[in-house]
C-alpha cells in the first residue's frame, strides 16, 4: 500500500472505524456521555479510560483487545465497535466477560470484589434479526423468567442497521449516524466536531498510516508464504493450503483473528462460515 493510498483510508475513515472510534472516546466527557445514553443512566466520573486495552491472562491463553475500556467506581465497560458479522458475537461477548472479570480481581480474593460489567457492541448489522435497535442480555432462571441471578454482568448490542427502531432519541440518532446518515442531533453534532479534531492530529495520522501500512505489508508477506506452503502440495490443493498457511503466518505475527477472519473473507471471497474452518 502507498502512502496517499493510507492518507486516503484516514481521510475517508469514518465513526463505525474502530480506530477511529477508539480515539473519539478519549474524551472523557464525550465518552461519559455516550454511556449514559446508551445505557439510560447516570454516570458520576469516569475514573479509568483505556483505550483499546490488551488483555493476557496467560501466556499461551488467547488474549483480546478492547476497543474501549472503562471502570466508574464498581463498574466496568467494554465499548465495542463491530462491522464484521462473523455469527460468533453472542461466544465473543461471553469470553469478554469472562477475561474483564479475571483481569479485574485479583488471585485469591474474594468473589465480592468482581466489578459490575458491562459489554457493549455497537453493530452496523442486526446480530440477531429480529429488527430491534437494541437486545440486552442478562442472566435468569429458566423455570421462573422473573427471577435474575443478578451476577453482575449484562452484554448489549446495537443494531444501528435499524435505529429507527431505538426508543430514545437520541440513541437513536447516534444510531443513525453510525449507519451513515446525517443526523442533526447535538449530541451528535458533538462526536462529529470530535471527529474532525482526531482527524486533524498529524500523530494519530501518522499512527494509523503506519499501522495500516505495517498490516498490509504482514499481509502480503504471510500471503506469499502461504500460496508457497499451498504450491508444495499441488496445483489442486494450492488454494486452500495456501489460506491455510495465510493463516498460521498470521497467527504467528500475533494478528487478531478478527482481523484475519475479514482479510480472508475478503481476499478470497469466502463466506463467514467458510472462513472459520481455516482457524
Not at 483499546?52 to 464498581?74: C, P
Not at 458533538?190 to 498529524?202: G, H, L, M, N
Request: aromatic letters at 10%.
Amino acid at each position: 500500500m502507498k502512502m496517499q493510498e493510507a492518507i486516503k483510508a484516514w481521510e475517508e475513515l469514518e465513526i463505525k472505524d474502530d480506530f477511529l472510534f477508539a480515539k473519539v472516546m478519549r474524551d472523557k466527557r464525550l465518552c461519559k456521555k455516550l454511556l449514559e445514553r446508551l445505557l439510560q443512566t447516570k454516570i458520576k466520573d469516569i475514573v479509568y479510560l483505556e483505550e483499546q486495552k490488551s488483555i493476557d491472562i496467560e501466556k499461551d491463553a488467547k488474549s483480546i483487545r478492547l476497543d474501549v475500556y472503562i471502570e466508574e467506581g464498581t463498574r466496568v465497560f467494554n465499548l465495542e465497535m463491530q462491522t464484521t458479522n462473523k455469527r460468533n458475537l453472542p461466544k465473543r461477548s461471553r469470553y469478554y466477560q469472562g477475561l474483564i472479570d479475571l483481569n479485574t480481581i485479583e488471585k485469591g480474593e474474594n468473589y465480592k470484589k468482581l466489578k459490575e460489567s458491562y459489554v457493549i457492541f455497537i453493530c452496523t448489522f442486526d446480530p440477531f434479526h429480529q429488527g430491534k435497535a437494541q437486545y440486552t442480555f442478562e442472566n435468569f432462571c429458566q423455570e421462573d423468567k422473573e427471577l435474575k441471578l443478578n451476577d453482575g454482568t449484562k452484554k448489549i448490542f446495537f443494531n444501528a442497521k435499524d435505529y429507527i427502531n431505538a426508543e430514545d432519541e437520541e440513541v437513536r440518532e447516534f444510531l443513525k449516524y453510525v449507519n451513515g446518515e446525517k443526523s442533526d442531533s447535538p449530541f451528535v453534532k458533538e462526536i462529529k466536531d470530535r471527529v474532525a479534531k482526531v482527524k486533524a492530529s498529524k500523530e494519530w495520522r501518522l499512527e494509523y498510516v503506519t499501522l495500516l501500512m505495517r498490516e498490509q505489508e504482514i499481509w502480503e508477506e504471510a500471503e506469499e508464504k502461504g500460496i508457497e506452503k499451498g504450491i508444495e502440495k499441488g496445483r489442486e490443493e494450492e488454494r486452500e493450503e495456501g489460506i491455510r498457511g495465510l493463516v498460521t503466518v498470521l497467527k504467528e505475527l500475533n494478528v487478531p483473528l478478527q482481523t484475519i477472519l475479514v482479510k480472508i473473507q475478503q481476499q478470497y471471497n469466502l463466506s463467514p462460515e467458510a472462513s472459520q474452518k481455516y482457524l
